[in-house]
């Protein structure tokens, strides 16, 4: 341990508010474009721009006279007017309702790299400061404009694909998740709280007994945070999109519910049997959840031998669903007991199911409603036409209703979406692994409390309840100049 | 009062660098300090006979209060020699439940300890030690808060020092209740102080008041031992100081056992029946107890479930045959104190000496001083022990020590000293006071060190003897001898993790006897310490090399190595932890101007200016978001500047 006795804590600043610079950067990405936007914020911005900004006409007013949230027509000089570098458009924005929280000017320009260089130019000359990295999001998070869950928000809605991903990863972080983990850390306090009472009091002693009930305790608390972990899997859902796979007989009309649900004419459709060969993938976004949906060969025996690798393909795919539209046709009832059995196969892979009952315009329909409703009762059914304009709304409703089912048949434990949580978890888990270990390898009680207490402190840091430098690092270096 | 109107007629008596009013444990460890720092100093005493009393239990250390007192002794305080000295028995706490909380604790000679302290204070080069009641403060109030500049006792007489510190303990107004008795009284039939309290209120100081209690104490002629559970000494004895253990002349002063025995069925059902009438229960006290040390009756209370409870008998001394009723705190009637010794083993025609009590008294809101404890509201003055809040001995020793300690440092203009929590309990203890605050009397327990596994009895040394040397409380001669045995213990770990023995002959009976598993092939030492059911001293037969080591030093050494992965792991949490701890907030720093802290924390943090990122964690209304934002400001700034 090292002791500097004569350090000296610098005990005073200059200025201590943040806004002490006014600081500038271009904020459109790098490269050339039609246009691009410069930003100015701090308390100088005014002032700056005065003198660099001259009103188009009489329309128009100084930047220091103009109204918040209105813009300005004019021309951008050089530093002290020494030529006319752009014709712009300057947007107000006034302390604190900016980005920032401080006085904000948006300056639109053309996107010409040199026309970006020479106006950022132009406003170091007038006293603006170059902005860091993240730095206008940093002043926004100073200046309460934004907090840190809302900023690790934003870095995954940058990062997500579609507005569902990271919509679901904000509620999970905000509501349950928190509450479980909270919940998590008080059992690991209880279990704690325990420990210490053996170790505070001398007529409590450590028992074998003891530490039996209270190895039990932590290892619910592992179980749950092994269900936690292993529900990262279904954030992948999330993050990888919802894959729907679409199987089935030959020729019931399975490439046509992808055709349909696509609304293009992605797989061929014909009269014929065993028309599909290969997987057919598509794309589609459903109320901003990305799903893939994945067309497949007629399951069937034959002989044939591009047919049969399709067959095999079609199972691969299935292995990988988290839905399987399996659809029946009324038009071969000699098939649907072949049908059952291939449902029942999937069933036993704990596979999501719902039938599709195709082919309603068929007058035929009635009996195979009929047969579905006595032999597959317990699965979700939907009954489809390709020709019907109105199916696609209820069939895609489904699909986004199960995978919000997903997550509230499991509401009991977790749901990871998040990498950064994933990790915590894990080290949790780690250290609860050593404390269990270690109660049964006769280490002193006080060691083990100690463990406990570091996987609290862990966890403390996922939902927030203590500090952490490294989220706040992270968030802000994922942040560019200009952001 | 203000200088101005000092009156004529007050007379003169000194001028110190240094004015220490009350001569508890926390003014001795003042006294000393600043005096061996150089500066010249008084310290009050109401009456010299007073002196470091012990008017509760009459032992020192015990659970975290025993790595207390080895911290006390590692920066060049005074408790643990004096301790040394008078020990009449020793025990090494919960040796079962691990490294971090086997605690020492010795049973002291009470009045021989009083003259021992006092004896050190009459010798100490730079010290005045006086009797006098002192019940005012003087300060100047022309700058921006009022500042102390000396004392005024009752005689008449005033004193002007450029530092003042408080250590008054329990005695501010203190009123000592008895069932339904009220007596102004301090400790042990002690007058109270009358006066100072005001003075700390004209200074606009927040008071608060607090209650604590004692057992009776009785006389062992009338105990019936034998139907008691006698408790000696541990086999092994081990001194506080370091210097004593370097001392192989050093033993106790005497071997008297405690005494174990039970309170019964009748004892509970006494005191049930008459719960009414303890002043806790009746309304008389409306003050807050201590929740770790409780009162006989509130134990009754809160723990319904608990039929009978602990009564431990310790002698106070050599010359006495007064013994303390560790477990009987207690402030019912006395006729129901004499009833309770009827119903309890080996007690039932005790004596009472002095019968147990609660007392009340007023302490300062320890949330108005700073980490220095100098106060934040006045000037050169400061605050330890008992009236900032603290229980016990230990923890007003401690307290002292650093009172003293940046008193005089502050006379130099150097910074202040600061432990922080993962240095010592007594950065925990202060940290604790200072940024939290309390509701009851402190006690310190070892589950308040978050690193307590690092913070050992065995290692205090280790851990505070640079920084003591630094300060200039350690000798040079100490300071090179810890130095040698520091080497010696680094020396012997390195040779036990590289001297590898084969699984054969003595190892392996040793390993049967042990129920270890025995394996083929060679083993290091160090990896057989590291197995829980193997001990550094069991293997001394098959490791003839092993250098001549002190108790505390191969307990040290088996420490390190056996749980040398968990404390490397307690390393990583605290080097977590100093990342914000040392993250410095300057002094003028304009909490008002981040609008992105909460209102309530903006307050509290401009109100109470934390030194560092870390402090301001602690503080009760300032979230882990506003510490956020705080983070992000500061590394703003700095990258600005
Ligand atoms: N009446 C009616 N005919 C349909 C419907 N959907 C598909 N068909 C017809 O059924 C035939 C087969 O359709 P596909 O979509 O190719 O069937 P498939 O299941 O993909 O067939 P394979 O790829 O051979 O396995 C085509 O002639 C379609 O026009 C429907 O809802 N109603
Ligand atoms: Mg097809």
């Keep these: 341990m090292n002791f500097n006795l004569e350090k000296n804590i610098n005990n005073s600043i200059q200025n201590n508010s943040t806004t002490a610079a006014t600081i500038a950067a271009v904020s459109t990405p790098p490269g050339i474009s039609g246009i691009a936007v410069i930003r100015l914020s701090g308390k100088q911005a005014s002032a700056i721009c005065d003198q660099l900004f001259t009103p188009l006409n009489q329309n128009f007013k100084r930047p220091s006279q103009m109204q918040p949230y209105t813009v300005g027509v004019g021309y951008w000089h050089g530093f002290e007017k020494s030529e006319i570098l752009d014709q712009v458009v300057l947007t107000f924005f006034k302390a604190p309702h900016s980005y920032t929280g401080e006085d904000v000017y948006e300056i639109s320009c053309h996107g010409g790299e040199y026309i970006k260089e020479a106006i950022l130019q132009s406003l170091f000359d007038a006293g603006a400061e170059p902005a860091g990295p993240g730095e206008f999001s940093k002043r926004a998070f100073i200046n309460g404009k934004l907090n840190l869950v809302e900023a690790e928000a934003v870095m995954d809605m940058i990062s997500a694909e579609s507005s569902r991903q990271n919509q679901v990863a904000l509620q999970q972080l905000r509501g349950k998740l928190s509450d479980q983990i909270s919940q998590l850390r008080d059992d690991l306090f209880q279990v704690i709280a325990q420990i210490e009472m053996i170790i505070e009091f001398p007529e409590n002693e450590d028992t074998l007994e003891k530490r039996q009930t209270i190895v039990t305790q932590l290892k619910q608390v592992k179980l749950v945070l092994e269900q936690a972990v292993s529900s990262f899997s279904q954030g992948r859902i999330i993050r990888e999109g919802f894959q729907v796979v679409i199987a089935g007989q030959p020729n019931v009309g399975k490439s046509s519910l992808l055709n349909y649900l696509l609304g293009e004419d992605k797989a061929i459709v014909t009269s014929k049997a065993g028309t599909t060969r290969d997987i057919v993938d598509a794309r589609i976004i459903i109320d901003g959840l990305s799903v893939h949906l994945t067309d497949t060969a007629g399951l069937r025996l034959t002989d044939d031998i591009v047919e049969k690798e399709g067959i095999n393909r079609a199972y691969q795919a299935l292995e990988k669903a988290d839905l399987v539209f399996y659809v029946l046709s009324p038009e071969n009832p000699e098939t649907w007991q072949q049908d059952l059995t291939e449902i029942n196969l999937l069933l036993e892979k704990d596979k999501k199911i719902a039938v599709i009952a195709g082919k309603r315009d068929l007058s035929e329909h009635k009996e195979l409603s009929l047969y579905i409703d006595e032999n597959l009762g317990q699965l979700d059914k939907l009954d489809f036409s390709a020709f019907d304009d109105q199916a696609d709304l209820s069939i895609k409703k489904y699909i986004l209703q199960t995978f919000e089912n997903l997550g509230k048949a499991e509401s009991d434990s977790m749901l990871i979406t998040h990498l950064r949580h994933r990790k915590i978890l894990d080290q949790t888990l780690a250290q609860i692994e050593q404390a269990i270990q270690a109660f049964d390898g006769q280490i002193p009680l006080d060691i083990v409390s100690g463990l406990l207490q570091a996987s609290a402190e862990i966890l403390a840091e996922l939902t927030g309840d203590e500090v952490s430098e490294e989220l706040i690092n992270t968030i802000f270096s994922e942040f560019c100049v200009g952001k | ?641």
């Design chain 2, 1 to 641: 009062m203000k200088k101005e109107d000092l009156k004529e007629n007050t007379w003169f008596a000194g001028n110190y660098d240094v004015i220490v009013v009350g001569s508890g444990h926390a003014g001795v460890e003042a006294a000393l300090a600043t005096a061996r720092l150089g500066k010249k100093t008084a310290i009050f005493a109401m009456t010299l006979e007073s002196i470091a009393n012990l008017p509760c239990n009459p032992n020192i250390g015990g659970t975290a209060k025993g790595q207390l007192v080895r911290e006390i002794d590692a920066l060049g305080g005074e408790m643990g020699k004096a301790a040394d000295e008078q020990t009449i028995q020793f025990r090494m706490l919960n040796s079962s439940k691990g490294p971090a909380v086997i605690s020492p604790r010795a049973q002291i000679d009470r009045r021989a300890y009083q003259e021992e302290i006092k004896e050190r204070l009459e010798k100490q080069e730079h010290l005045e030690l006086k009797q006098s009641e002192i019940v005012d403060l003087i300060y100047v109030n022309d700058q921006e808060k009022p500042c102390v500049t000396g004392v005024i006792a009752k005689d008449g007489m005033h004193y002007i020092g450029k530092k003042v510190i408080i250590a008054t303990g329990t005695f501010l107004e203190s009123q000592v209740i008895i069932g339904d008795a009220v007596i102004d009284s301090g400790p042990d039939g002690l007058a109270p102080s009358i006066g100072l309290s005001d003075s700390l209120r004209e200074l606009e100081i927040p008071l608060k008041r607090f209650k604590t209690g004692t057992p009776v104490r009785v006389n062992a002629r009338t105990l019936d031992f034998s139907k008691c559970e006698e408790q000696g000494s541990d086999d092994i004895i081990v001194p506080f100081s370091y210097e004593n253990d370097e001392n192989p002349n050093w033993q106790p002063k005497a071997e008297m056992p405690c005494y174990m025995t039970w309170t019964s069925k009748e004892t509970k059902e006494l005191f049930l029946d008459n719960i009414d009438r303890s002043p806790l229960y009746s309304g008389v006290i409306k003050s807050i107890g201590p929740r770790y040390c409780p009162s006989l009756e509130d134990k009754y209370v809160k723990f319904p479930q608990h039929e009978r409870h602990h009564v431990f008998l310790e002698p106070t001394g050599v010359n006495t045959l007064e013994y303390y009723a560790s477990g009987l705190s207690s402030s019912m009637p006395q006729d129901v104190q004499y009833e309770m010794l009827k119903t309890i083993e080996g007690m039932e025609n005790a004596e009472i000496m002095r019968i147990g009590y609660a007392i009340e008294y007023d302490l300062i809101d320890p949330t108005s001083l700073q980490l220095s404890l100098e106060s934040r509201l006045v000037d050169n003055l400061y605050f330890a022990g008992q009236i900032n809040g603290s229980s016990g001995y230990e923890e007003a020793a401690g307290q002292g020590l650093i009172a003293g300690i940046n008193a005089a440092r502050s006379l130099d203009e150097l910074e202040p000293i600061v432990l922080e929590r993962s240095d010592a309990y007594l950065g925990v203890l202060i940290d604790d006071l200072v940024t939290k605050g309390t509701n009851e009397p402190y006690r310190m327990m070892t589950n308040r060190a978050e690193y307590r596994l690092v913070l050992r009895q065995d290692n205090a040394d280790r851990r505070l003897t640079e920084l003591g040397y630094e300060i200039g409380l350690i000798s040079e001669e100490r300071y090179q001898s810890f130095k040698a045995k520091i080497r010696r213990i680094d020396a012997e770990i390195k040779r036990l993790k590289e001297t590898r023995i084969p699984y054969k002959g003595k190892l392996s009976e040793i390993l049967k006897e042990k129920n270890s598993a025995i394996k083929t092939g060679n083993v290091s030492l160090a990896e057989l310490i590291k197995r829980p059911e193997i001990n550094y001293l069991d293997l001394a037969e098959v490791d003839p090399e092993r250098p001549e080591l002190s108790y505390v030093d191969s307990f040290n050494v088996e420490v390190e190595i056996k749980y040398e992965g968990y404390i490397k792991l307690e390393y990583k949490r605290i080097e977590k932890f100093k990342k914000l701890e040392s993250k410095k907030i300057p002094k003028d720093f304009d909490y008002l101007a981040i609008s992105g802290l909460r209102a309530e924390a903006k307050t509290k943090l401009d109100q109470v200016r934390p030194i560092s990122v870390g402090q301001a964690s602690r503080l009760a209304g300032v979230s882990p978001a506003d510490i956020s934002v705080l983070i992000v400001a500061l590394e703003e700034i700095n990258r600005r500047n």
